[in-house]
């Protein structure tokens, strides 16, 4: 009873948002068979099927909806994107990537070229393939969309990274499609910037696919 007595004065940690079972800390696995059929065609080599949720990132979309991240501890993450709401009535899309590559940018003009430049393209080269840009704006220039995302890890700490980016894909022989992400992040620590350009490859997943562990 002497709770009701003194309060605490530690701050409540924002809480991470969860959908589908999924939340931090967590774990979950995918169908070991869709792996298995898929991975020969893909940039990706020998994804894991089951994955320990270690941070989860949230950012709004201008068109309404909202992207969940849930980061693993396998170099990938499971993006969720809703629209609406954020209940599974209202996911739109799910697939899971892996980290193909992060270079860091250096300094102020760097980053303005790697903005310009390197982001948003017609087409992408990676690993012999070309994926073409999904994003098409009106006219010619397509400039890469810019989120902010806020990322919850376990330890209790909230961040947020501007990120502008751009998504690609390719169609697979069995009429799939592997898809590829291209970022520039930038995140202040500090008084100082930390950008960098980080490539990210993925493909669909269904939420029957995915078997939630707790």
């Given at each position: 009873?002497?709770?009701?007595?003194?309060?605490?004065?530690?701050?409540?940690?924002?809480?991470?948002?969860?959908?589908?079972?999924?939340?931090?800390?967590?774990?979950?696995?995918?169908?070991?068979?869709?792996?298995?059929?898929?991975t020969p065609e893909l940039c990706i080599e020998n994804p894991a099927n089951k994955h320990l949720i270690q941070a989860v990132g949230q950012a709004e979309l201008d068109s309404g909806g909202t992207l969940l991240r849930f980061y693993t501890d396998d170099d990938a993450f499971l993006q969720v994107v809703l629209d609406g709401g954020m209940t599974e009535n209202h996911i739109t899309d799910v697939k899971l990537w892996y980290f193909y590559s992060t270079t860091t940018v250096g300094n102020e003009s760097q980053w303005k070229h790697c903005l310009a430049n390197d982001i948003s393209k017609p087409e992408y080269a990676l690993e012999g393939h070309s994926f073409k840009r999904v994003w098409d704006a009106v006219g010619n220039d397509s400039p890469p969309v810019a989120v902010t995302e806020k990322t919850y890890e376990e330890d209790g700490d909230v961040s947020e990274t501007d990120q502008f980016m751009m998504l690609y894909e390719r169609e697979l022989s069995d009429g799939n499609t592997e898809s590829l992400l291209v970022a520039g992040e930038e995140k202040i620590v500090g008084h100082n910037a930390d950008r960098c350009l980080v490539i990210s490859t993925g493909f669909d997943i269904q939420p029957a696919d995915i078997r939630i562990n707790g």
């Open positions: 009873m002497f709770s009701k007595w003194f309060k605490s004065d530690e701050p409540k940690k924002p809480r991470a948002p969860e959908v589908m079972g999924l939340y931090l800390g967590g774990s979950f696995e995918l169908d070991p068979l869709k792996l298995k059929l898929i």
